[in-house]
Structures are given as structure tokens and as C-alpha cells.
């Protein structure tokens, strides 16, 4: 499966407006009734609104001119009573259409977020982390501009001119058709851009994504930038980066800007068609003077909307692009299905690969027919030159990827058939480059960890103790208390990896991969990693990767991993000589 | 309540320069877009104008197609093009602006010092460079604009009003203040709101980032659910605070309308009397009310604007606060031709409160080799970043052939010391870009770095060798090849010191040896600090440092540490059992 959204994009052909705008109103299709009571105080207050002025002048014309006073109170009575009613029906417009677009929003976030959990490690791989945070972050607040500031103008701007279209037609058709002339050219003209503003709007959105990515590198590499005197090079790349988002923004922002001063040009023609339309119509005695005023009225409160529309066009246009980002992120599947369990294929070893090949891409295999078996309660090194296989082949152990061809047997049945969850019980698996969440020490060691996740600190230091893992924790200012500041970037690696090393021993698993994991350790707490290992349960099975050899020599059995294949060395003499004589082939 | 509003005028004083002296190098674009704007505005005014002389000469009987349609368009077209052109201006000016601050951001980030950035949050200066300045964009091109147009309608809107009848005028007018004083009292609240909500998304920004970064981890470990809900539980209170904003803002438009209503309500009870009592006529009193008409929306134009300006000097406080920080100031001007005769007297380093680095005394001799040995969390980075200048001793002195580090010009310091980083720190560009990262190497250079660190036979199985680009986090390289490429990165500047920061851990024995014998033969008058795990590698140095807890325990050549040394001996028993292996 492909999972880089850049190319996706280009392969997949744009969606219209109007298909996007149906998704995005799939996203609120559950509220129904709100949305129908909302649209019902949205008629009302409107209605309210266009009545107002009609009877502010049917007073004028019967109380004030005749000098009735008394009816003037009277009419400003039922004015009184109608805005308060529309008072009350355009909070109610307002707070239950807003509430549904906030839960919109809420929704729409919680399914991105489920979508990314969902995705496997290679998506991760092929794509920048900068430019997906972008994508969550950055889209999604586009979308909920537009859910939350200018769905509910759009909606009643169309209240309002629909209204006032009616009036039109029905004063009189011939010049309601005249006059809406003008709105059918702004409506060719509107469709026949809007692909190409949207597409200028993806852009824009692309080239800021790329800008954070650009940033977010720079930022986190800064001493490399400064320890070989490269200031220059982050301002230098930072400038191309600004320079192109400039121009994409420049020309988007031209495009978006586009509408307005368009739109204003139609109304004001409609005007004048109203005008001259209007007195030719009166010499033909087919209309009055009172009308035409009337009617030049309801001309602007049909074109002022459509000139907010023009206005916000542009957000849903912007909204739109982002939607079209998101929903491909949102279309990808994981490769990673699990399987109906196949029945046992007898194999009584814990761990056995059949015949595996392998490739992060498909033109370039990495592991090639790969068989081994590992068996309970026993050590494992895996040992090679750098480069030669060794952490790929533990991460299709853990199923991070899957072969592409052969099998993989955990317990007798094919790996494929666990769900994640057993499958992540019976696996540990330590990671070269440790990860942590920010939070304490203690936090990150249980991070996961279903059997002592809600140990208080009492409770956890016995759990610790109980382990031996007590002596790991006095690396650490606070001990299990120490605060981890953004993704661990206040501990050093070898207190990283003490963490990594901890939080993967207390989940207990069957079969735990250690990857080069004590690798920036010294030596005498290294010792104290092997003594806990030791004290693991009998049946636990251990998979090391290292190239400190004292690591590996206790090891039962050494397997030897260079250019994509895995050989079983007979003993650690056998090891070490392929280390030193086979040259590295990769 | 009582707290925010003591708040209030402490968090202006707080807010800095004006945002508005940020526009004056573009005080010329700013009067060309409010020109424009004024332009427009102001003849749309005059349609109605049009329309209206129109229909008195209908009833005059002088009504002449052509002259109103001529007349008509040609406003009408003067109105287009002031408009195109105001939008141009718009964009413009706000691209650009938005542009030069970033430039400016990106120029003063790039001079911080390393202690300063490794501080201050990087998503934080990311919010600088991006959100901040969006929000200055937004300000620049419908702020400026509205606010002048709208000031100018209601300037315009009220002295009409007052001159037709200042009774009236007056009651009409007193919208106004309690427009105003509503989008005060609700923005007000609002506003703190605003500053929560701001809170919460970064929460969930964070949230977020770490579950993309760590995504392996939470692969491996099947805690999607557990990530899952840490996000919802931000979502929902992001939604909560949404849903607040919301309830007070519900208010603001109805109690607007129904204002607005009640001024057009006392127009008709007031005027309609004045009218019957003929103290005024049925045109004026037709008159006020389509100026009440065009009062209201600039007002309410105002009011949400005032918003974005809120905002965005919130977001200018934040961006000038970075831009007043001080330089580094580069006052070296000494040529540093290091000769590696570094000396160390008294250094102390503090982070925070924690010391991190205590007492160190330290001295190494031009082209030896020293080591550095010691556990976790020693403090032994931190004295190769001492060394490379990347943070500053808070007492004691650090001397280079007997010269500060910032007695040197940086740019000549940095071409005679090389770092190799502990981390794999590689950039998102070709392997060839990430070696010759320093721009004064040369081919020649760079092919030695590359033999030395042993790459030579990798770069050439790779289809496009050198030009091989890296993807972002390096995740097609192993372990072992980032490492080498960033010590062929160090070595390509061809240095005089070169400091390693546990270089071996992820580069097999085999390999080790290979590249450290190339770096002898290679670069014979290198001066060589070396953080280690592994003490045979290094058993022949001229120079072995102990170090624990920030503290020098004991320094020699390796025979006189393990006559010396209880502690050193007790490393060097935890590492005999595989000393034999060494190779």
C-alpha cells in the first residue's frame, strides 16, 4: 500500500465542490433534529427581519401620515413583541447551530486521530512528521473555522436570499428574471474557478505544512547548526522555504480575493437593471414608481448576501482543501489485517519465520528467504555488521511490517492471526531510538502497562523493588518522580534507555527484543540489565542485538545476520570469526 | 470574575510594542490600501445617490437611458477597479508583511545561543513562526481596511444624523455605546476563554505530535487506545471550551439586532410624533431610517474586528518578545588555529538548580587522545558541549592555547573542531549535503572523511551513491550508518580537535577498530576527546577521565587509574570478562 500522502495526491482526481460539500455534511448527519430546529429559528428570525420594514412602512403610510398617533403606538407594540421573538429565535439559531458545529469538529478530530492510531509504522516512514502534524493540527482548524464562524452565515445568507428571491419573482417575473441575471453569471463564473482557487488553496496549505516541517527540523538539529557554524544554513533554508510559501499565499490569497470586487460588480449591475428595466416597465404601465423602490430594496438584500457568500466562498474553498488533505489520510487503510486464525501448523518453537522475504520498497528486497526458529526460555544474539538486517528482522518479529512473502509463526499459529493486543502481550520490544511522553519517569516506565497502570507511587516503587529494578531509578535526579520534558529531551540517551528498558520488563512478556537498547548504558549498570534479565521468568524468551560482545556471550544461540540473510552460528567462537573475516557486503 | 478583571490591565501593560508600529516600514503600502478602500467605499455611497437622481428625473419627465447607464457603469467600473485593486493591496501587504516578520523570526532564532532553544520550547517558536504570524496577516489585510471604512461610515452616518435632527440624532446615536459596551463586556469574557481554548489545543498539539513521533513505541507496545483517550479527554474539553465561547457569543448578535431594532422602534414612536406635530418632514424621517441601516454594520464591524486586533497583538507580543531577545554577540577576533592544548580550571555548570558538572579541572595536550568514561548521567556530554562552546561554564574558565572560546571568531573556531553527536542528527537532504554540511569542505576532504569512516563501499552500493537523499528522521539508514555519516560530517572540516560523544555504541567492534586506525593515519595530528563505554578500546590513551555525577573522580593513563582508582577498577572488572573479545 502507498502510504505517502504527497503522491497520493497526485495520482487521485479532484472531487467537486459540491461532492466535498456533501461529505462535510456527512459529518453532521446525526443531528438531524438540531439542525432542522436550528434552520426553523434561522426562517423565523429572518422572516421576522424582512417583515419589519414592510410594516414599519404600511405605519408610516396609514397612522403617520394621516397623524393617527395612537395606531403608531399600536404598530410599535407588535414591532416590540415580533423582535423580541426574533431575539430569543436568533440566540436559540445561533447556540444550536453552533453546537452542532462544534460537535462536528469534536467528531471530526476524534475519527483523525482513531484513522493515524490505526495506520501502521511504514505510514510513519513515508511521510514527514512535520508535515502530518501539520496536516491534523493545521487542516482540521481550517475546518473548524469554517464549521464554527461561517457555516451558520452561509446558511442564513441563502435563508435570506432565497427569501428575497421570491419577492422578486413574485412582485413581478419579468423583472425578478431580469434582475437575477446578473446572479446566474456570478454562479457560471463562481463554478467555472472554483477548481482552480481550490487547487491554489491545497497548494498554500501544502507549502505551510512544508514550511513547519522546515522549521521543526532546523529547530530540533540546532547544535549541529551551531557546532559546525551553519546559522546560515537554517536562515538559508528557511528562506526558500518562506519565499516559496510566499508566492503560493501570494497567488491564493490573489484568487480568494477575486470574488469580492466580481460580486460587487454583478449587484451593482442587477441595480441598474432594476433601474431602467424598472422605468421602462412603468411607461408600459406595468409597474409603479412605490415598486420599483421596494424592489430596488430586495435587489440589495439578494445580492448583499451573495457578496458575503463571495466572501465566505473563500473559507469553504480553504475548508474544502483541507478536507480533501484530511479524507486522504482518512481513505487509507492499514496493511496489517489480522487474520482468521489458521489452524496450528505444528511448530513447537515460540517464534519461527518460514521462508521470509522482506522489502521496505518492493524493488528492494532486504531479507532474502529467511528461516530460523526461536525456542521458550531461551537467549538469542543476533549479531552482523551495521546494516546487515538485524533491526529489520526484529520488527517483522513484532510485526511492525509484514513479509512480503513466507510466514511467520508465533505460538504454531500464523502471526497475522493474533490481534494486536495478544500479540503485544506476548512481545516486548525495545526500541533503537527510545520514545518518551512527556510526564514523570514513573508515568513513562507503566506508560501502556495494563496490569500496574494505576500504581501510585507507593504501590509502584514495591512493584520495582519486587523486580529489582530499584537500582535503575537512582540515575534519575527525582527518581521515578523526575519530570520528562517535551518527548525526553531533558534525560540523556542512556537514561532514555533505562526508561525503555524498565517499561518493557515490567510488562512481562513471552519473547522481548532488546535492539541495540543498553547500547549508550555503561558498563556496571549494564551488568545490573543482565542480572534482571537473569531473574525473568524461566520461560521468557530473549532476543539481543548488540555490539557490545559480553552482551551476547551468554547467549544460547548466536545467529549471524549480514546482507539480508540469517545463519545460525555453532558457537561464539564460530561468531566472532564470521565477524572479523566476512566483509560486509551491504 | 474579580480576578480577570484585575488581570485585564496588567496583561495590556505586559503586551509590548503597539502592533501598530509594526506596519510603519510599510506606512506607504498601508496608505495605498486605505486609499483604495476609502475609494471604494466611498463611491459606493454615491450609487444610491445615482438611483435616486435617476427616479426624480423619471418623475421630472428627463429621463435619458443612455446618460444613467453611462453614468451607472462608469461608477460602477471605477468601483471594480478601486476594489481589484484594494484586494491586490491586501494581499499584498499582508503576504509581505507576513513574510519580512518571518524573516525576521527565522534570522533572530538562527543567532540564539543552543542553551536558549534547548529552554525555550521548539513548538513554541513553531507557533511563533506560524500561527503568530497568521494572525498579524489576518490583521493586516481585513483589520486595517474594515476599521477605516467602518470609522468612516459612522463618522460620516452620525453627522448626518445630528445635522437632520439632533434630538433624534442623539437618542439613534446612543446605539453606539451600548453596541459597544456589550462586544466589550462579552469579548471580555470571552477573551479569557480564548486563552484557555489556546491552552487545550496545545495540549492536544501535543498530544498528537508525541503519538506521530513515538508511533513506533505505541505500535509495538498496542497502546492506540490508551493514546487514544489521553486525546480525547483534550478533545472533549477543547469541545467544552467551545461550546462556552459559544453560549456567550450567542448573545452578542441578538442583543445587536434587537438594539439596532429598538433605535429603528424609537424612530417610528419619537419621529413619527415629531412628524404628526410637524417638526419634521416625511423625507427626513425616511432618511434616518436607512442611516440607521448603514450605522449599524460598520459597527458591528468594528466590534468583531476589535477581536482580530486583540489577537493579533496578543500574537505580536509574543513574536517581539523574540525579536528584543539579544544576539549572541560575536566579539571574538582571534584566527583559531587550535593546536588541541586545552585547559579547564574550577568549571562549574549548573541547569537549572541541578549542577550538572562540578570543580572540573582538566587539562589535554596538543594531538593527544583523551577519554571519558563514566555512567549514566554523568555529565559527560555536557563537557564535550562545554568543550564545543554550545553552553557557557557558569564559573571557572575554559581555555583553547590559552584563549577563551569566544575570544575567537566562531566561524574560524568551528572549522578546526568537529563534533559527532551522540544522537543521529541527520538533515532531510542527499547523504553528500548532510557530510559537506560545513560549506568550506572540499572534494578532496570529503572523500578522506568518507574512507575513514569507512563508508566508502556502502556509498558505492547505493544506486545514487552520494546523491542518495535521507529521508526526514533517516529511517532508511541503520544505526551504525548515521553514525558514520555524521563522523564523516566532523572529519570532512578537516579539524584539529575532534570530539566523539559515545561514537562506538551503535558501530560494530570490527568496523570501530577499522575507522579509529583510519583516523590515526588519516588525521595523525588530530587531538582526540572521546565519551566512551568501553575501556579496552581506549587503554592506551594518553589520558583517561573518570567521571561520575558531575565530578572529575580521577584522571591518568589507564595504568595509573587502575592502581589508583577503586572505582575505575571496578568499570574495567565489569568490562574483563569481554575484554578478550575486543578485537
Known amino acids: ?586 | 470574575m474579580k480576578n480577570s478583571d484585575t488581570k485585564g490591565p496588567k496583561q495590556k501593560a505586559n503586551q509590548g510594542p503597539s502592533i501598530f508600529s509594526l506596519l510603519k516600514p510599510y506606512s506607504g503600502l498601508i496608505f495605498l490600501l486605505i486609499l483604495f478602500a476609502l475609494l471604494s467605499n466611498g463611491l459606493n455611497l454615491w450609487i444610491p445617490k445615482l438611483i435616486g437622481s435617476g427616479i426624480d428625473a423619471y418623475s421630472a419627465g428627463k429621463f435619458s437611458y443612455k446618460t444613467i447607464a453611462t453614468e451607472f457603469i462608469i461608477v460602477v467600473l471605477i468601483i471594480f477597479l478601486f476594489s481589484v485593486l484594494q484586494s491586490l493591496m491586501q494581499t499584498y501587504a499582508s503576504e509581505k508583511v507576513a513574510r519580512d516578520l518571518r524573516t525576521r523570526l527565522a534570522d533572530k532564532i538562527s543567532r540564539q545561543s543552543f542553551a536558549y532553544i534547548q529552554t525555550t520550547n521548539p513548538s513554541r517558536l513553531l507557533t511563533n513562526l506560524t500561527s503568530d504570524v497568521d494572525s498579524i496577516k489576518l490583521f493586516v489585510s481585513q483589520a486595517i481596511v474594515s476599521i477605516v471604512s467602518s470609522l468612516f461610515i459612522i463618522i460620516g452616518a452620525s453627522i448626518l444624523l445630528l445635522s437632520i435632527n439632533w434630538e433624534l440624532g442623539l437618542i439613534v446615536m446612543a446605539i453606539i455605546p451600548i453596541i459597544g459596551g456589550t462586544f466589550f463586556i462579552v469579548l471580555g469574557k470571552v477573551r479569557v476563554l480564548f486563552k484557555k481554548s489556546r491552552e487545550v489545543i496545545d495540549w492536544l498539539n501535543k498530544v498528537i505530535n508525541e503519538s506521530i513521533l513515538g508511533a513506533m513505541l505505541i505500535r509495538v507496545i498496542n497502546s492506540q487506545q490508551l493514546e487514544y483517550d489521553k486525546f480525547f479527554e483534550a478533545s472533549n474539553k477543547a469541545k467544552d471550551i467551545g461550546l462556552s465561547i459559544l453560549r456567550l457569543f450567542a448573545w452578542l448578535i441578538p442583543i445587536i439586532v434587537f438594539t439596532a431594532n429598538m433605535a429603528g422602534l424609537m424612530i417610528l414612536v419619537l419621529g413619527g410624533h415629531y412628524v404628526i406635530n410637524g417638526k419634521m418632514s416625511l423625507g427626513d424621517f425616511a432618511a434616518f431610517n436607512s442611516y440607521l441601516a448603514l450605522l449599524i454594520f460598520p459597527i458591528l464591524i468594528i466590534g468583531f474586528m476589535s477581536n482580530v486586533i486583540a489577537q493579533a497583538t496578543a500574537s505580536y507580543g509574543r513574536i517581539s518578545e523574540m525579536l528584543e531577545r539579544p544576539d549572541t554577540i560575536e566579539k571574538g577576533q582571534l584566527e583559531a588555529n587550535l593546536t588541541g592544548a586545552i585547559e579547564m580550571k574550577g568549571i562549574n555548570v549548573n541547569y537549572g538548580e541541578k549542577p550538572v558538572l562540578k570543580q572540573i579541572d582538566l587539562s589535554v595536550r596538543p594531538g593527544s587522545r583523551t577519554a571519558v568514561i563514566g555512567p549514566t548521567a554523568a555529565g559527560k556530554t555536557q563537557l564535550l558541549y562545554l568543550l564545543s562552546g554550545l553552553i557557557k561554564p557558569d564559573s571557572g574558565t575554559l581555555t583553547f592555547d590559552g584563549h577563551q572560546i569566544d575570544e575567537y571568531k566562531s566561524e574560524s573556531f568551528y572549522q578546526k573542531l568537529g563534533f559527532v553527536f551522540q544522537d543521529s542528527i541527520l538533515f532531510n537532504m542527499s547523504i553528500r549535503e548532510n557530510i559537506t554540511f560545513s560549506e568550506t569542505v572540499t572534494d578532496e576532504s570529503l572523500q578522506r572523511a568518507i574512507e575513514t569512516a569507512e563508508l566508502k563501499d556502502f556509498m558505492e552500493s547505493l544506486p545514487e551513491g552520494l546523491n542518495t537523499s535521507v529521508s526526514e528522521r533517516g529511517l532508511s539508514l541503520s544505526g551504525g550508518q548515521k553514525q558514520r555519516i555524521m563522523l564523516a560530517r566532523a572529519l570532512a572540516i578537516n579539524p584539529n580537535v575532534l570530539l566523539l560523544d559515545d561514537f562506538t555504541a551503535r558501530v560494530d567492534n570490527q568496523t570501530e577498530t577499522r575507522i579509529l586506525e583510519n583516523i590515526q593515519r588519516n588525521y595523525p595530528d588530530l587531538t582526540l576527546i572521546s565519551v566512551t563505554q568501553k575501556i579496552a578500546a581506549v587503554e592506551h590513551y594518553e589520558q583517561i577521565i573518570l567521571l561520575m555525577q558531575g565530578e572529575i573522580l580521577a584522571a591518568g593513563t589507564h595504568k595509573e587509574l587502575m592502581n589508583t582508582s577503586p572505582e575505575y577498577v571496578q568499570i574495567f572488572n565489569s568490562q574483563k570478562s569481554t575484554s578478550n573479545y575486543e578485537l
Open chain 1, 1 to 586: 500500500m502507498n502510504y505517502n500522502l504527497n503522491s497520493i495526491a497526485e495520482q487521485e482526481k479532484k472531487s467537486s465542490s459540491w461532492t466535498g460539500l456533501k461529505n462535510l455534511l456527512n459529518l453532521v448527519a446525526e443531528e438531524r433534529k438540531r439542525i432542522f430546529l436550528s434552520l426553523s429559528a434561522i426562517l423565523v428570525s429572518a422572516s421576522l427581519n424582512l417583515l419589519g420594514p414592510f410594516l414599519i412602512g404600511y405605519t408610516i403610510d396609514h397612522y403617520v401620515q394621516t397623524g393617527k398617533y395612537h395606531g403608531v403606538l399600536v404598530f410599535a407594540g407588535i414591532l416590540l413583541a415580533m423582535y423580541s421573538v426574533a431575539f430569543v429565535s436568533s440566540y436559540l439559531q445561533t447556540q444550536w447551530m453552533g453546537g452542532v458545529a462544534q460537535r462536528a469538529i469534536f467528531k471530526l478530530r476524534n475519527v483523525i486521530f482513531n484513522k493515524i492510531q490505526q495506520l501502521p509504522v511504514a505510514f510513519f516512514n513515508e511521510n514527514k512528521a512535520g508535515d502530518l502534524i501539520s496536516r491534523v493540527n493545521n487542516d482540521t482548524d481550517k475546518l473548524s473555522q469554517f464549521f464554527s464562524q461561517a457555516l451558520m452565515q452561509f446558511i442564513s445568507s441563502i435563508i435570506t436570499m432565497i427569501g428575497s428571491g421570491v419577492f422578486l419573482l413574485s412582485i413581478n417575473i419579468k423583472l425578478g428574471l431580469a434582475t437575477l441575471v446578473p446572479a446566474l453569471v456570478i454562479l457560471v463564473f463562481t463554478r467555472s474557478v472554483s477548481p482552480w482557487v481550490r487547487k491554489r488553496n491545497a497548494l498554500s496549505l501544502k507549502s505551510s505544512g512544508g514550511l513547519s516541517a522546515e522549521i521543526q527540523e532546523s529547530l530540533n538539529n540546532f547544535k549541529v547548526i551551531i557546532a559546525f557554524n551553519r546559522r546560515d544554513y537554517f536562515r538559508k533554508k528557511f528562506d526558500v522555504a518562506n519565499q516559496h510559501n510566499y508566492k503560493t499565499a501570494m497567488g491564493t490569497g490573489m484568487a480568494n480575493n477575486m470574488f469580492l470586487p466580481v460580486f460587487g460588480l454583478f449587484s451593482a449591475l442587477a441595480q441598474l437593471i432594476v433601474l431602467s428595466y424598472g422605468i421602462y416597465l412603468i411607461t408600459e404601465s406595468e409597474f409603479s414608481i412605490g415598486l420599483l423602490v421596494s424592489y430596488l430594496a430586495y435587489s440589495t438584500n439578494f445580492y448583499n448576501p451573495l457578496r458575503q457568500l463571495a466572501a465566505l466562498w473563500t473559507s469553504f474553498q480553504v475548508a474544502l482543501a483541507g478536507w480533501d488533505r484530511i479524507s486522504r489520510m482518512l481513505s487509507l487503510q492499514s496493511n496489517l489485517e489480522v487474520t482468521d486464525s489458521t489452524p496450528a501448523k505444528a511448530s513447537e518453537s515460540l517464534l519461527e519465520f518460514r521462508n521470509v522475504h522482506f522489502g521496505y520498497t518492493s524493488s528492494n528486497e532486504i531479507l532474502h528467504n529467511v528461516n530460523f526458529k526461536l525456542e521458550k526460555g531461551k537467549t538469542y544474539a543476533l549479531v552482523g555488521p551495521t546494516g546487515g538486517g538485524k533491526t529489520t528482522t526484529a520488527s517483522i518479529m513484532a510485526r511492525l511490517y509484514d513479509p512480503v512473502s513466507g510466514v511467520i509463526l508465533l505460538d504454531g499459529k500464523d502471526i497475522k492471526s493474533y490481534t494486536p493486543e495478544e500479540r503485544s502481550k506476548k512481545i516486548g520490544f525495545i526500541l533503537q531510538e527510545p520514545f518518551l511522553f512527556t510526564g514523570t519517569v514513573r508515568e513513562n516506565i507503566l506508560y501502556g502497562n495494563e496490569q500496574y497502570h494505576e500504581s501510585d507511587q507507593e504501590n509502584f516503587l514495591a512493584i520495582i523493588k519486587a523486580t529489582g529494578l530499584e537500582g535503575l531509578l537512582s540515575v534519575f535526579d527525582d527518581g521515578a518522580e523526575t519530570k520528562v520534558l517535551s518527548s525526553g529531551d531533558s534525560l540523556s540517551l542512556g537514561q532514555r534507555q533505562l526508561i525503555a528498558f524498565m517499561r518493557a520488563v515490567l510488562r512481562k512478556p513471552d519473547l522481548l527484543i532488546l535492539d541495540e537498547a543498553t547500547a549508550n548504558i555503561d558498563t556496571i549498570t549494564e551488568k545490573l540489565l543482565g542480572e534482571i534479565l537473569d531473574k525473568l521468568p524461566e520461560e521468557t524468551t530473549l532476543v539481543i542485538i548488540a555490539h557490545r560482545l559480553n552482551t551476547i556471550e551468554n547467549a544460547d544461540e548466536i545467529f549471524f545476520v549480514n546482507s539480508g540473510e540469517v545463519t545460525r552460528a555453532g558457537s561464539f567462537q564460530e561468531a566472532m570469526d564470521k565477524l572479523i573475516h566476512h566483509k560486509r557486503k551491504s
